[in-house]
């Protein structure tokens, strides 16, 4: 393998270690829609879960700041 692909390679192994993986589990048929949603809202469906868990977490605090 040349020099280019080996620098590329270590820079990508760089990017990932930078995340954690969780892994989800449904339905393949709620998949398929999940899938299909964040499609048609320009989004890949990690993008789309991501967004999901920060628009929960940011309602549920402010839910529970105006409960106080």
Request: aromatic share 10%; charged share 30%.
């Given at each position: 393998?040349?020099?280019?692909?080996?620098?590329?390679?270590?820079?990508?192994?760089?990017?990932?270690?930078?995340?954690?993986?969780?892994?989800?589990?449904?339905?393949?048929?709620?998949?398929?829609?999940?899938?299909?949603?964040?499609?048609?809202?320009?989004?890949?469906?990690?993008?789309?879960?991501?967004r999901a868990i920060d628009e929960t977490m940011?309602?549920?605090?402010?839910?529970?700041?105006?409960?106080?």
């Open positions: 393998s040349s020099a280019a692909s080996d620098v590329y390679k270590r820079q990508q192994k760089a990017y990932m270690e930078k995340f954690a993986v969780a892994r989800v589990r449904m339905d393949r048929s709620k998949y398929e829609v999940v899938q299909a949603y964040a499609a048609a809202h320009g989004e890949s469906v990690n993008g789309f879960i991501n940011r309602r549920d605090s402010s839910i529970s700041e105006s409960e106080s």
